[in-house]
């Protein structure tokens, strides 16, 4: 596993020296709570970090954003800083010492910014400078489908969509996905299972909701990996340590790691098409825009 990391980490490297620097976007999201959806993305992103990537992390569960929580830090600022104080996002990014940096969502605020006018504006232009500071772009929506949550998984690059065996979270995870692959067929997707008992039960559950997909929607998501229902999990969360720190030989920090070395082995979308951050950009700001003007 060390030797295949090395030279993952070789190949990065040599792509890197070739491809001029765009951030690959990535919205993140589950059709219900409880999917454990925020401690996979803390994770990854420290897993790609640890392969060399150089990973943000935006905690866009406005109000309730749990990030900073998960990591055992008490940030000063949170996104909720750059409408209230006019902040800029480099004076908002947190350098977690767990090797990838993220924007915190805060608490106590139970409404969901709108992004218009000066401050559309103002976010588009600070977003596009920080895709050339990184490799992945991370977004971590709130559980559920929101307008505004929507807009942003629409926008993204490739949107991971994370899921458990129970019944309930497949018809919310298919829901979820078909309200995004009506909105935009093309969207790349790729499906998390997690909480499994048995690599078989979380490969048979990948396989009901995949065949769905598939058959109404003629999208055949990819599967990024099967995570275990592990006790440390939890214990990791009591700690406020990220899993893969505290409890690295633990089932669970063993398949993310292997799913996080996976995802950068077979895509390529790090280092393909580098003008599709732009289109990243341009979408969001269409999206936005189109819905403010139909609220006015």
Same mark, same amino acid.
């Given at each position: ?17 070739? =491809?001029?620097?765009? /951030? ?21 992103? @420290? ?26 830090? &008490? ?12 902040? &800029? ?8 010492? &767990? ?30 400078? @920080? ?14 489908? =929101? ?7 629409? /926008? ?34 790729? *499906? ?7 690599? +078989? ?16 929607? #003629? +999208? ?22 990220? *899993? ?20 950068? /082995? ?11 951050? #732009? ?6 700001? =269409? ?10």
């Amino acid at each position: 596993m060390n030797d295949q990391a090395e030279r993952l980490r070789q190949m990065i490297s040599k792509a890197k020296e070739d =491809t001029p620097n765009r /951030a690959k976007t990535i919205g993140i999201a589950s059709g219900k709570g409880g999917t454990g959806k925020s401690s996979f993305t803390v994770n990854f992103c @420290l897993e790609l970090s640890r392969l060399e990537q150089k990973v943000l992390l935006f905690d866009l569960d406005i109000g309730m954003g749990n990030v900073d929580i998960l990591l055992g830090e &008490s940030p000063e600022h949170s996104i909720l800083d750059f409408w209230k104080k006019n902040l &800029s996002f480099n004076e908002i990014i947190e350098k977690s010492p &767990s090797g990838f940096d993220y924007i915190p969502g805060g608490r106590a605020f139970n409404e969901f910014f709108e992004l218009k006018g000066t401050h559309l504006d103002a976010f588009i232009l600070e977003l596009d400078e @920080l895709t050339k500071v990184y490799d992945f772009i991370f977004f971590d929506m709130g559980a559920g489908m =929101t307008k505004e949550s929507l807009q942003f998984l629409l /926008a993204a690059d490739e949107v991971f969509l994370i899921v458990t065996p129970e019944p309930t979270s497949l018809m919310d995870a298919y829901s979820a996905a078909k309200h995004i692959l009506l909105s935009s067929p093309e969207t790349r997707m790729s *499906i998390m299972m997690n909480k499994t008992k048995t690599e +078989k039960e979380g490969a048979n559950a990948y396989g009901r909701i995949s065949s769905v997909l598939s058959k109404f929607l #003629s +999208k055949e998501p990819k599967l990024l990996g099967i995570l275990p229902d592990d006790p440390a999990v939890m214990q990791a969360v009591i700690k406020r340590n990220p *899993i893969t720190q505290s409890f690295p030989k633990a089932k669970y920090s063993r398949s993310i790691r292997q799913a996080a070395a996976s995802f950068l /082995a077979m895509n390529e979308g790090f280092i393909e098409n580098t003008s599709r951050p #732009s289109l990243f950009m341009d979408r969001l700001k =269409t999206l936005f825009s189109s819905t403010a003007g139909k609220g006015g």
